[in-house]
């Protein structure tokens, strides 16, 4: 096939590609999403029609500019630059031009402008030392050892095995685990060379020889080569200059002393060849444990593996709290005492303590450990111990916990920031009710990290959902919706979908695509297969969609019909149900049947809100009716609409006499609000069934209290602030500048496009 012919065949899968996004596909819909990957491997394939495809997107680019047709730019600049990353080698000229189309987009709305500076941003790096993007990515991906890029990567796969049937999880953690095997630390480092050396050198570099080399030396000699070409690369990034001439004697030095003289100065003019963008390091986990996430977290931030007592954690990680850490000694064999204290308070009226030999301590810290005596010794997990947590921050870049001056008049040496150099993307899989329980545990994290911040200021966390929904779930946890179809518990990806276009080509496809892969037969060469179609567009959603849509959470409080029983606070994301409770008490029974025949079927309802308007002025109502339940929803039907608002519908029973006799018919009332209580007046309890889960259901429930989750640290600091100003009504000093309301961020490709 002459270049002509490919540029045409190249041409046409491309329009194909922006077809679809208008819903002009022929194809099936559960063939949707293909096309972007079919694309990608085709190039794959053939390397050097890389150039060739970054110049038609260039044009498309330009073109879908100058028309109406803004709706086609997001996606096509997210198929140029993960060509553009995975290219061998991209001409100076053709990676100026997308520079000069992503710094246009600088004038448009977002998020336009928002994924346009981020490209230029990156994309002026590129341009002075090629490579960088491939090797920046492999590198935190990878976790691999760099001090000039010290940046981590994982992606945590977590699906619930009680809203997936068992075949979807093997199929799941079968194709996860085949896309780990082909990849190690060495094949990476060579993979990085390999890429920088055809970047900057072209088709002058002799990849085959390279390659040979690199093969036959020593791992330890291996990772001495990545080292040099990862501090040639970040340098020239770094210096910010235009001199690309630098950079490639630079490398060009580098791979002759790799190589031997004869070697390096034979090479073929063969083309380019293809050096591969291994998978990302993924775990796949059946979330069974309410706080699981939270586990996973602190494990990806300080592995087991650098713990004191490995075989320990099992056991010891349910018993760890961030309360406990004291950030003053960095002894894994710390202890603690408690008595209450009797001492004046004044540092040198403490008596001396004695204390056990504690080998990694000095003198000045056995002296100033806090002793509380007369308790019973607990000796600490290795979880629960300091040095685990702080020797997750004692990476390069990152400064040791400075002490305090104890001295007044001495300046304190201020700590510098903790840098973030993790980043855990978590990738759920299911429908609207595991988001639900990703709302609980985000909740629960962001209360431990207000009690004792350390996961925050160190670890980069993105959110990112496929939808799955299984055709014969193996649970009862939908038996509430016999009926109820993808849609019904879809509406998240569905909101997504329709704000983000290229999520809904390559993602919510998934929905159907991934159940299908459970139902077929295995392959005996399951493991030898590099072109895995799930693992794949997981990794490219995690790669490309950095664009988040943020959804409010709700607090929900209950109070229930036994006095004695504490009232229960929880947080829903999608949507809060009630129905009237049939499980009643022998007491109550006769006079119910009697109540219900005079006032039909329900309950007598009195529900208290704020009614928004447009002008966002609060006005309370008041309504009293006799109600079968109401349904709450959080997610709009539309993208336009406003997210932090709650859509209530109330199904009202109206009784009607005429000649015949009394009938009840039901009216559905509809009304938006942010903050409902709604109250039973006669004291009759219903269920409330939180994010369509079954499991989250509470009953003999009387009253409820619905209203925007708020941030904890945000209510930390207020009332902090309440303290020193009792008549302040509003928020005051730090408080204001601080963010109110608690949202979930699930990353697209766009955001929501205006």
């Given at each position: 096939m ?31 999403g293909m096309?972007?990957?079919t ?13 060739v ?6 044009k498309?680019l330009?073109?879908?500019e ?7 730019i997001i996606p096509?600049?997210h198929?140029?630059m993960?060509?553009?990353i995975k ?36 994309l ?7 490579g960088?993007l491939?090797q920046?990515?492999?590198?935190s991906e ?7 890029y010290p ?8 699906a619930?095995p009680?809203?997936?049937s ?37 088709e002058g570099?002799d990849?085959g ?12 000699e ?8 990862v501090v ?5 990034g770094?210096?910010g ?8 004697a630079r490398?060009e ?10 070697q390096a ?8 060849q ?11 986990h059946?979330?069974?444990e ?8 602190v494990l990806?931030?300080r592995p ?10 099992g056991q010891?990680l349910?018993?760890f709290?961030i309360?406990?850490?004291v ?20 540092e040198?009226?403490?008596p ?18 806090l ?7 607990k ?7 300091v040095a ?10 990152v400064?040791?916990?400075v ?11 201020a700590?510098?920031?903790?840098q973030k150099?993790h980043t855990?993307r ?10 639900g329980?990703l709302?609980?545990?985000?909740h629960?994290?962001?209360k431990?990290e ?13 959110f ?19 009926s ?9 990806a569905?909101y ?10 390559n993602i919510?496809?998934?929905?159907h695509?991934?159940?299908k892969?459970a139902t ?19 990794a ?9 849509v943020c959804f409010?959470?709700?607090a ?6 036994d ?7 929880d ?8 129905q009237?409770q ?6 109550e ?6 109540k219900t025949?005079?006032?039909?079927p329900?309950?007598d ?10 002008s966002d002025r ?11 339940g109401?349904l709450?929803?959080?997610?709009p039907s ?8 709650l ?7 109206i ?5 015949s006799?009394r ?6 009332n509809r009304?938006?609000t942010?903050?409902?209580?709604v109250?039973?007046?006669e004291q009759?309890p ?11 259901t ?7 209290e ?11 600091q207020?009332?902090?602030?309440m ?12 408080v204001?500048?601080m963010p109110?309301s ?8 766009a955001?929501?496009?205006?």
């Open positions: 002459d270049s002509t012919e490919v540029e045409s065949d190249i041409l046409r899968r491309v329009r194909t590609l922006l077809r679809e996004l208008d819903g002009h596909h022929p194809a099936c819909q559960c063939d949707r096309l972007r990957w694309l990608h491997k085709k190039i794959d394939q053939n390397p050097s029609n890389s150039s495809l970054v110049r038609i997107l260039v498309e330009e073109r879908a100058r028309g109406d047709f803004r709706h086609y096509l600049l198929t140029l993960y060509t553009l290219a061998p080698c991209i001409s100076e000229e053709l990676c100026g031009r997308v520079y000069d189309f992503c710094k246009k987009l600088l004038t448009l709305p977002k998020p336009f402008c928002t994924i346009g500076l981020d490209y230029a941003t990156r002026k790096v590129e341009r002075t030392a090629p960088t491939y920046r990515m492999v590198i990878q976790s691999l050892k760099s001090d000039p940046y981590q990567e994982k992606i945590f796969i977590f619930d009680e809203l997936l068992e075949a979807i999880c093997n199929a799941l953690l079968t194709d996860t685990e085949a896309a780990q095997v082909s990849q190690s630390p060495r094949a990476c480092m060579c993979y990085v060379i390999s890429h920088a050396m055809q970047a900057a050198l072209g570099c990849l020889a390279l390659k040979g080399r690199l093969q036959d030396m020593p791992t330890s291996v990772e001495q080569w990545f080292q040099q070409v040639a690369v970040e340098c020239a770094s210096e200059s235009t001199a690309r001439g630098q950079h490639t490398l030095e580098i791979y002759r002393a790799l190589l031997s003289s004869s100065g034979n090479a073929p003019l063969g083309g380019l293809d050096t591969p963008l291994p998978n990302p390091t993924i775990s796949f059946l979330w069974t309410d706080n699981q996430l939270w586990k996973e977290l990806f931030i087991l593996s650098q713990s004191c007592e490995p075989d320990c954690l010891d349910d018993t709290e309360q406990d850490i950030s003053d000694c960095e002894c894994c064999e710390q202890t603690r005492f408690s008595v209450l204290s009797t001492d004046s308070g004044i040198r009226d403490l001396v303590a004695v204390e056990e030999p504690l080998a990694p301590c000095g003198a000045e810290t056995e002296q100033s450990r002793h509380r005596r007369g308790g019973i010794k000796k600490p997990s290795p979880l629960e111990s685990f947590l702080q020797a997750g921050c004692c990476s390069p870049g400064r040791p916990p002490k305090l001056q104890k001295r007044s008049g001495v300046p304190q040496d700590a510098a920031p903790v150099l855990a978590i990738v759920l899989l299911g429908d609207d009710r595991i988001l329980r709302a609980q545990a985000y629960s994290l962001r431990r207000t009690r004792r911040v350390f996961l925050t200021p160190r670890l980069n966390l993105q990112y959902y496929i939808p799955v929904v299984a055709g014969q779930p193996n649970t009862s946890a939908v038996v509430d919706h016999p109820s179809g993808h849609e019904e518990l879809c509406e998240v569905g997504l979908g329709r704000a983000d276009p290229w999520y809904e080509s919510n496809t998934l929905c695509v991934i159940p892969l077929m037969p295995p392959s005996p060469s399951k493991h030898l297969v590099t072109d895995l179609f799930i693992t794949d567009v997981i490219y959603y995690v790669r490309m969609g950095l664009q988040p409010q959470v709700y929900v409080k209950i109070f229930f019909n006095p004695a029983q504490e009232p229960a606070e947080v829903f994301l999608t949507e809060l149900c009630t009237g049939d499980s009643i008490s022998h007491r029974l006769s006079t119910t049947k009697k025949t005079l006032d039909g329900g309950i309802l009195t529900v208290t809100y704020r009614k928004v308007v447009v609060e006005k309370e109502l008041d309504m009293s009716l006799r109600s079968t109401l709450m929803k959080a997610i539309q993208e336009a609409e406003d997210l932090v608002c859509n209530v519908t109330i199904t009202e029973i009784r009607t006499s005429n000649l006799g009938s009840f018919s039901a009216v559905a009304l938006k942010r903050n409902i209580t109250r039973s007046t009759r219903f269920t409330v069934r939180l994010d369509k889960d079954s499991r989250r509470y009953r003999n429930v009387i009253s409820l619905v209203s925007p989750c708020l941030e904890p640290s945000y209510c930390l207020k009332t902090r602030t303290k020193f100003s009792l008549h302040e009504t509003e928020d005051v000093g730090l204001k500048y109110k608690l949202l979930l961020p699930i990353n697209t490709f955001g929501v496009t205006q």
